[in-house]
């Protein structure tokens, strides 16, 4: 007796080992299951069931189950129903609905997990892929990766393992879904706080970020604790820190500069590698007027006006890039003459007018 006692107790613990569940809520989906059962059987016997209450009492050391009933809102009348030889019968029908309840609940504390985990860094395998969308397996779940949230010049192959930003844990027709990031601005953060320790000790944290995915991403850092370079320490000696992320990121360019209260001189910063810039900026339209010398002008642009399109993004101001008088003088964004970047809820975007040079 004591052999069939320690069994029982055991195969619950063992089954919550597994599962990573508390063995009361293993027990909550049995009982849950012999009630359906129960009430199954009753039916087909011809008796009422829809007028009554039930409960199940389970012996966690031996497994022994009994159902007790009683009429709705009279629990003083509660009784032992349980029929000779049901817990059989129960252990047959309900063995179904037993597995279901478990796979719910495992799913549940899966979630659960995860749901702490929102925001941070995870590693994942390319599963499989769903049209545009991506499978990414987790471990014990999997995650989705949407079009959007892919880097549109990254070549993924199954059985890859990347890292992701856990975005969100969102709700959908199939259950709850986590959903995956790559593309976004926040993921080349994290990656950085995974790199520089001046980062996880708040001595160094990001200020603003720009990002075009797959292509380049704008920075700017802040140091808290007087005597930490923040540009440095995420730089690394000889660049050994923004160079795992730059793997990462599968050669993405990434400029690092120092934040500033002075949005002057953060424009500046944020144009570069162009030198010798100055900056005339309205605060009331958020417009900087930037004249650069000739032979910076082309740097301040970028490549399609990318530059530009970014610092216009990281500083959220309108940027009109023009050449210092007795040089060319235009203002140019994208490559486009007489064109203007600027911000449109951080994000931004191109106004392009279609001019004739004077």
Not at 25 to 34: G, H, Q, R, Y
Not at 151 to 176: A, M, Y
Not at 214 to 222: H, I, P
């Amino acid at each position: 007796m004591q052999q069939a006692r320690t069994e029982f107790a055991q195969a619950l613990r063992a089954i919550a080992a597994e599962r990573g569940l508390e063995a009361d809520v293993i027990l909550e989906t049995i009982k849950e299951a012999i009630i359906a059962a129960y009430r199954r059987d009753a039916r087909e016997r011809g008796e009422e069931t829809e007028e009554f209450e039930f409960d199940v009492e389970i012996n966690p050391t031996n497994g022994e189950a009994k159902v007790f009933s009683w009429p709705l809102e009279k629990p003083e009348k509660r009784k032992d129903v349980t029929p000779p030889g049901f817990g059989r019968i129960a252990a047959q029908t309900a063995k179904q609905v037993i597995h279901q309840k478990i796979r719910e609940a495992e799913k549940g504390a899966i979630m659960g997990e995860f749901e702490g985990r929102v925001g941070t860094l995870i590693s994942g395998m390319i599963l499989r892929f769903d049209g545009p969308d991506v499978r990414i397996d987790l471990g014990r779940t999997e995650g989705i990766m949407p079009k959007e949230d892919r880097v549109p010049t990254e070549r993924l192959n199954p059985n890859q393992r990347l890292s992701f930003l856990l975005k969100e844990i969102r709700e959908t027709p199939k259950g709850k879904q986590i959903f995956l990031s790559r593309a976004s601005a926040e993921f080349v953060k994290k990656l950085f706080e995974r790199e520089v320790p001046e980062m996880a000790s708040k001595s160094v944290e990001v200020k603003l970020i720009a990002r075009e995915a797959g292509v380049r991403t704008k920075m700017a850092v802040f140091s808290n604790q007087s005597g930490v370079d923040p540009v440095g320490s995420c730089v690394g000696q000889k660049g050994v820190r923004v160079q795992a992320v730059t793997n990462e990121l599968g050669g993405e360019r990434v400029d690092i500069i120092q934040y500033t209260d002075d949005t002057e001189d953060l424009i500046k910063a944020s144009l570069a590698p162009a030198e010798g810039l100055s900056v005339k900026l309205s605060e009331k339209t958020k417009t900087a007027i930037v004249k650069a010398p000739e032979d910076q002008l082309s740097l301040a642009i970028g490549r399609d006006g990318q530059n530009a399109r970014l610092a216009a993004k990281l500083t959220n101001c309108k940027i009109e890039i023009k050449g210092i008088p007795g040089s060319s003088s235009v203002k140019v964004v994208e490559g486009k003459e007489e064109a203007v970047a600027e911000p449109e809820n951080g994000i931004e975007k191109a106004k392009k007018k279609s001019t004739k040079r004077s």
